[in-house]
């Protein structure tokens, strides 16, 4: 049982780590302009992770929690526990029991050998039981890792129709994308401006679309900070594997709206106040989320709405943009893969040993 201060502490330190990612551009920018491809490399991992993360933890926690279908603490398989209980207390007393018939009937062998049969049995069942429970997957994570696998191999194939069709085309256009707004890198790697640019820069009004990246951005980090505050109510595993898929699409969705914000007119340093003001709206969703997901029936209603928004951005915003840069550039789709690959793994061994996995308090 998650207590109300843990609750508060670990959900205001994932909120703080999220939050990071506004202020990535200041650090990632310079380091882009030295080191092209590896931010390159390290982006297009990101992207994937992002992907993997969140669709994973979308199908393996979010809905099965909003439909009732997750457990915390106890197993479903509270049966095979009692079992093992039962047969660990039968063995207990038996094996008292024969102690005490030895101390009185040393004669009696025909009754010691029934005993050492009873619990030689009753050993095979605690054994039995015993591996039962370490190889138990409940149903609906069966069909939740199809579900994920069967969206992965129709990525796979929609790449491998895009790759035939730009061949027949001769169509090749690398263009190595910030981050799934198809905002090219090049858009925040410009040479240093001149007095004059800046000075014009700074008369010209804020555009309408800075102004929406910013609301819808805000928005956007309010329903993170509910999920959070929703997840560590519930378990600080749930908690650890929502912060995961956060901060795994906050990273290339902060530097993507942050070259936004600057082709739109904004200086370097307002971009970066702009996008530390849009995620400060985390703590606000998350303040507001601790005390409404402390009414278990609200928090179902809260999972689904983040399901909802996580599987849009991975399979709406960000899974097409995947597939335009994997399809230039084979060493991007490789990159691309591997953090699919490895945010889904991440994700589902979360889910399959929840209940075995101990965090110290």
């Not at 024969?98 to 054994?127: C, F, P």
């Not at 929703?230 to 902060?254: D, V, Y």
Request: a negative charge.
């Amino acid at each position: 049982m998650v207590t109300q201060a843990q609750t508060y502490g670990y959900g205001t330190l994932a909120n703080l780590l999220c939050c990071l990612c506004s202020l990535a551009g200041a650090f990632i920018i310079p380091f882009a302009k030295r080191h092209k491809t590896a931010y390159n490399v390290v982006l297009s991992v990101f992207m994937g992770l992002a992907v993997g993360a969140l669709a994973s933890d979308a199908i393996l926690h979010l809905v099965p929690e909003a439909l009732g279908l997750h457990h915390h603490g106890p197993s479903p398989t509270s049966k095979t526990n009692d079992t093992h209980t039962k047969s660990h207390d039968f063995h207990h007393h038996r094996k008292r029991d024969t102690h005490a018939g030895d101390n009185h009937h040393h004669g009696n062998n025909v009754d010691h050998d029934h005993h050492h049969q009873a619990d030689a049995h009753l050993d095979r069942d605690h054994n039995a039981v015993h591996i039962e429970e370490e190889h138990h997957v409940e149903p609906y994570q069966w069909y939740c890792m199809v579900l994920l696998l069967g969206v992965y191999i129709f990525y796979l194939v929609e790449m491998a129709m895009v790759l035939v069709q730009r061949k027949v085309e001769g169509e090749m256009s690398p263009v190595i994308l910030t981050a799934f707004n198809n905002q090219p890198v090049d858009a925040i790697l410009k040479e240093k401006e001149s007095e004059e640019q800046r000075n014009a820069r700074g008369r010209k009004k804020i555009s309408p679309l800075a102004v929406m990246i910013v609301v819808g951005d805000a928005l956007h980090n309010f329903t993170d900070g509910l999920a959070i505050a929703a997840s560590f109510s519930t378990s600080l595993l749930e908690g650890i594997a929502i912060t995961i898929a956060i901060f795994c699409h906050e990273l290339p969705q902060e530097l993507g709206d942050f070259a936004i914000l600057i082709n739109e007119g904004l200086s370097f340093k307002k971009a970066l106040i702009a996008n530390l003001f849009s995620s400060l709206t985390a703590f606000v969703g998350f303040f507001i989320g601790v005390p409404i997901s402390s009414d278990i029936a609200a928090r179902p209603w809260i999972f689904s709405i983040t399901a909802g928004m996580f599987l849009y951005i991975s399979l709406v915003d960000m899974l097409p943009s995947l597939i335009k840069n994997g399809s230039t550039n084979t060493r991007t789709f490789i990159y691309h893969n591997i953090g699919i690959l490895f945010g889904a793994l991440v994700i589902i061994l979360l889910s399959i040993f929840e209940s075995r996995i101990e965090i110290l308090h």
